[in-house]
């Protein structure tokens, strides 16, 4: 078998060869690229409808047209043309952005709130942008492909076709001093957008350090596991943006220094750009359900349904998701579709995922026509022992999975067994228990504090954080007539039929 591998050897270099050497749109250098333009769109058009199935897009039209005209102007000046820029906002807590390869770039819903200014959002955006100018998913492809291949290379030279690692992961380090390089790239060329743009370029370096601020108050040291995992910013880059940033406010170009020019904002002012903000939901919106204990409400569906008590209890854009303190056991609900018919919908669901149904009954469930059955689901962790339960309530299906580890169900048979038997529609009483936190806007007053602000404004964020997020020192003194970011608990009133916005 080794003495193939001199013919081996000769046919790796020559795939090598023929790969294609592009020229990068944003650094005018020749790079290997595996990965075609079509690939990247492919692989944008997939993710775009991942995104927003498990995500979900927030729901308001005129915000959405505003991020997506600050992207727009930053995006006319980017270097690589060959994509559309689209721009839409995520419900996400965290304060996050991420761009997909075909130019779908994605904005927090979180990071909208902890931003202060236009300069902030459009340099986010704008760093979003250089990714994508820089083929950035493309290069990351071409290093795992090219280094695996170099790793082949070396063992047919030596002849250790056995021992080949050609498949092995990169290093961590590796891969992190990688991102680090791309996100200094995207850094540099970002400023130069919104430079163009004129768009004040010291607004990156701001909101960094407002994110480093949040996590010294919400950890006690910096970097937390949100935007800075995926954007790694330590208190050197955060030097190397502001530095970088300045010098783009002041140029040279064999001339005297002449300054940076501001362009026509799409917000006039920081007034201006919080009139944007007011009113956007914090955490997710009460139109797609709150927890009220560990009953589930629903008010736009008009249902209730209860989960187990001490449960990890989550909200997702596709599904509520319960599990238990062990993590062996798991419960979901489920809307599965249209209809009034739960059998139909059971047997369609199970044929559509690839798995038998056993022990199928039909029964009455506080009223509501019901389907249950047993299954063993498919899942990347083998097959799944799970008890199903579909009922039929006002045109839907909904679906109830109570799944556990193998082993455990006769533990759990008791709690899952409640938990599908917890649906029922919604009382008033419970209707009016709903609430949403919201972020509105108030005015100091002279000689207020941060603190007498909010308690004057009913704010829910105590000062320490309200100062944060607002871009002040914690003891600073609130100068009168400012506008503060506040968080203000309001009862859920639901939107006219056909009215989108917020």
Known sequence: MRRRAPFAYAAAVLWIAACVHDVNPATGRREVV?????????????????VARRLGIVNDPALASYVDAIGQALAAHSPRRDVDYHFQIIEMDEPNAFAMPGGHIFVSRGLLVVSNSEAELANVIGHEIGHVAARHAAQQDAHIKTLGLSSLLSDLMSGNQSESHANEPLSGNFVLRYARNQEREADRIGLELTTATGVDPSGLGSFLQTLDQLSRLQQGFSMPQTYFSSHPAASERMIETAARAQEHKWRSDRSPLR????????????????????????????????????????????????????????????QVVGISPKRDAVALLQLDSRGDDPAAAAHAYARREGFGLGSEISLQLGGLPAYRARAFLPTSFGRLPAEITWIAYQGMIFRLIAGVQPGTLRSYEGVLRKFS???????????????????RIAEARPGESLAELSTRAHNEWDPAYTAVVNGLAPAAPVAPGSRIKIAVREPYVPAPPGDTAK
């Open 421 to 439: 038997h917890g649906f029922r529609p919604m009382t008033p009483e419970e209707r009016a228990r709903i609430t949403e936190l919201r972020l």
């Open 259 to 318: 300054e940076w020019a501001p362009g026509r904002p799409v917000a006039t002012s920081r007034e201006a750009y919080l009139a944007h903000l007011d009113g956007l939901a914090i955490g997710r919106p009460a139109a797609e359900g709150v927890f009220d204990g560990s009953r589930f409400l629903h008010a736009e569906m008009g249902f209730s349904q209860q989960f187990p008590s001490g449960w990890q209890l989550l909200n997702l854009s596709d």
């Open 34 to 50: 595996l990965m075609s333009t079509q690939d990247e769109q492919k692989i944008d058009e997939e993710q775009v409808d991942e």
